[in-house]
């Protein structure tokens, strides 16, 4: 406290801090970088471990028998769904009464904001089934919820017999303390989104369904399954949901004790476990997994069905079966004992899941890498920004030049870029939903590519100013992002990370002073655009299956389309929050860097 309050002292910081500050930002960035690149290191990660002692043990005896009738009942699915060209609602409420469940239909229909090229659908009409098991022991005022989505094709069959087999299964168990809601969905996340919404009376984006006829209690958790195989060879945990949330880690601690109890093969990014965490290739491994959550958790769109149960404060996830080319096999019967272990371990919660993490990484299913090991990585490439207003706020310290009038020269000069790059953001945001006929043909990504170049092309036109306008204005720049870059990362820290990981240094090197060709075409390259671009092809590389030039533009093209769509049809928060505050800001930095 004594050097903050000694005027002296107080000097020398400020002074040691400015005069220093391009070396301390560049080794802050170095710093933030290797950080979040060791945080895959296994010794410095912790290991997984259950937080809720309700679920401390798996002990329970699994005695599910039925994996071969289960998937018998899958063939009649299919075939039935063949059949009736979609949902086969009769045959599974049928279905359903035969085994005991309450059995009730709902029915929902969506007009997208323009076409889905990747699906094939603009009017999409569906129905949901679903039955409730009542619990014999407890008030019902608790439920659990397995789902499997009703796939085109020959996708998904497996799953919507095997949940068929394991509600005539717990119908006959007594133990049950909780409703237990086994639910079939057409039309994968649009039908999930329906059904929440009708359950808890909710319309958040505007769907047209009819109201459930039937209710549980409060649901604790759910899990979504998906299997398109007799023969399973591992699988898969998906955690990553809307916006970048994730459940609590003691759901895939759960799934993780009862793989390892039953011997089923896990995987988490399609990834195996690694064991030589020493060697070079064990690093590696361990950073291609943790960057693959990342990139997902940062593309703000849930990755299963479980995404949407997230934002009720449900913790749920997605469990998939993968047949690949391993030797080891799991059947279904294996199967449906995981699940009926843990759901009988859920069946135990008293309250919901809450004394693990929220806020997690995972480089493998038995590490995690908890929210104090990553917040120092984001936090030394946010103090660039402070840093940089500091040496800024230092040089505006001293009196401004007047004008005649004797009023400011920077005031008009920092409204006007201001109010034009914020109303460049709400055109962003609001022209490629409108304009549906030019969407069908990826218009979208066109109609912003034009809008940008505008602004860019106004912003090189309408940039007088004085040495001190663009200082003001920087300053300002600098700490919008600060603020926007804190309050990102707060919500979902990989997309604030790697937001930060492009934008600091743009707005770390940038004036009116520097060499213009080379740092437009820098700071081109670290625009969102660019950014998502880069990330795209970097992902593909993640999952070792790499793309050309062409298919990755095409890629391009249908990301940004498909964030439109999420946005519209459940509420994601990345495309608004890329519109109409990272494009305003980045565009701030553009106008600073052409003023005359």
């Known amino acids: ?13 400020i002074s040691l801090l400015t005069r220093l500050n391009t070396p301390i930002c560049i080794v802050c960035y170095m ?3 290797a950080w979040f690149m060791g945080l895959a290191f296994e010794p410095f990660t912790l290991r997984t471990y259950m937080s809720e002692n309700a679920m401390g043990s798996t002990m329970v005896e699994e005695r599910f028998p039925a994996g071969e009738r289960a998937l018998a009942t899958g063939r009649e699915f299919s075939a039935h769904k063949k059949r ?9 409420m049928k279905t359903m009464q035969a085994k005991g469940l309450e059995v009730f239909t709902q029915r929902f229909s969506r007009t997208l904001p323009f076409p889905d090229e990747n699906k094939e659908r603009y009017m999409v009409r569906g129905t949901n089934v679903y039955g409730i098991l009542r619990a014999p022991r407890a008030p019902r005022t608790e439920a659990l919820v397995l789902s499997a989505p009703c796939s085109p094709g020959d996708n998904n069959n497996q799953a919507v017999g095997l949940l068929l087999g394991l509600a005539e299964y717990f119908r006959n168990q007594i133990y049950w303390a909780k409703d237990i809601i086994f639910l079939v969905n057409e039309h994968d996340l649009i039908g999930m989104q329906a059904w929440l919404e009708g359950y808890h009376h909710t319309n958040t984006t505007g769907m047209d369904w009819s109201p459930l006829q039937g209710r549980g209690g409060s649901i604790q958790a ?3 399954l998906e299997l398109s195989s007799d023969i399973i060879t591992s699988l898969d ?6 916006n970048g949330q994730l459940p609590n880690l003691d759901l895939a601690n759960l799934f993780y004790a009862f793989c390892q109890k039953i011997g089923v093969l896990c995987t988490i990014q399609g990834k195996l476990q690694r064991n030589d965490w020493d060697s070079v290739s064990g690093y590696s491994h361990a950073v291609q997994t943790m960057m693959l959550m990342v990139m997902k958790q940062a593309s703000g769109r849930p990755w299963g069905d479980h995404g949407l149960f997230l934002r009720y404060h449900i913790e749920a996830a997605t469990i998939k079966g993968v047949n690949s080319f391993r030797q080891y096999k799991t059947d279904a019967t294996t199967i449906g004992r995981l699940l009926e272990g843990m759901y009988r371990k859920l069946n135990n919660l008293l309250e919901r899941l809450h004394q693990s993490y929220f806020f997690y990484l995972m480089p493998s299913l038995s590490h995690f890498v908890s929210i104090g ?6 936090g030394l490439l946010a103090v660039i920004l402070l840093l940089r207003a500091l040496d800024l706020w230092v040089q505006l310290s001293t009196p401004p030049q007047r004008t005649e009038d004797g009023s400011s020269p920077g005031v008009l000069s920092l409204l006007t870029p201001l109010v034009i790059s914020h109303l460049t953001g709400v055109a962003l945001y609001m022209l490629p939903i409108r304009f549906q006929e030019m969407a069908v043909e990826h218009f979208p990504v066109s109609e912003t590519e034009a809008v940008v170049l505008t602004a860019i092309a106004v912003y090189t036109l309408l940039s007088p100013g004085t040495e001190q306008g663009w200082r003001v204005l920087k300053l300002v720049a600098v700490l919008y992002l600060a603020v926007l870059l804190g309050c990102t990362a707060l919500i979902n820290f990989s997309l604030g990370f790697i937001l930060a990981l492009t934008l600091v240094p743009v707005a770390a090197f940038v004036t009116p002073h520097v060499p213009k ?15 998502l671009l880069f990330s795209v092809f970097f992902f593909q590389e993640l999952q070792e299956m790499p793309i050309s030039f062409q298919d990755g533009w095409l890629l391009f093209l249908s990301v940004i389309s498909q964030g439109i769509l999420d946005h519209s049809l459940y509420g994601s928060l990345v495309y608004p929050l890329i519109t109409l505050l990272v494009y305003p800001c980045w565009l701030l930095f553009w106008n600073i860097l052409f003023w005359n």
Do not use: H, K, Q
């Open 222 to 224: 759910a899990l979504s």
């Open 31 to 33: 710093a933030g970088v």
């Open 373 to 378: 090991y990553y917040m120092p990585a984001f």
């Open 517 to 531: 060709v080379l740092s437009a075409f820098i700071l081109v390259i670290l625009s969102p655009a660019c950014t």
């Open 84 to 92: 009736t060209g979609g949902m086969p609602v009769e045959w599974l």
């Open 1 to 13: 406290m004594g050097l903050l309050s000694d005027p002296n002292r107080r000097r020398a910081l």
């Open 237 to 242: 945990l998906v955690l990553e949901g809307l």
